[in-house]
């Protein structure tokens, strides 16, 4: 079965950080550029960032940009986020993505995970 399943998220207060982990089972990343997206109540999903498949070229939303990193391990078949300097914001659900390409796209994926809840609040 392929599949995607993200952990990590969780409940934080705003400045604090969190690291998403999008694990993917049944089939190798090494060849999928992967994005991360988010969805917040009452609103569109938006593209947080996204990592080309050799991890070379990576992309941000300007809301994320100086606060967010991705990367990739392929040996372990993950993508993380690193979320620094959260916001109340930044408060959504965090979804993960994987696309038969080694670039990135706005929208396109072939692979979608269920979604981790992030929460940023005091």
């Known amino acids: 079965q392929l599949q995607l399943v993200e952990s990590g998220g969780g409940l934080v207060q705003p400045g604090g950080s969190l690291r998403l982990s999008c694990a993917a089972s049944?089939?190798?990343?090494?060849?999928?550029?992967v994005g991360w997206f988010r969805q917040a109540p009452g609103k569109e999903r938006e593209g947080v960032s996204c990592?080309?498949?050799?991890?070379?070229?990576?992309n941000y939303a300007d809301s994320g940009k100086g606060r967010f990193t991705i990367s990739r391990d392929n040996s372990k078949n993950t993508v993380y986020l690193q979320m620094n300097s959260l916001k109340p914001e930044d408060t959504a659900i965090y979804y993960c993505?994987?696309?038969?390409?080694?670039?990135?796209?706005?929208?396109?994926?072939?692979?979608w995970g269920q979604g981790t809840q992030v929460t940023v609040s005091s």
């Open positions: 993505a994987a696309r038969g390409r080694s670039y990135c796209h706005r929208s396109q994926y072939d692979y």
């Open positions: 049944g089939f190798t990343l090494d060849y999928y550029a």
């Open positions: 990592i080309s498949s050799s991890g070379l070229s990576t």
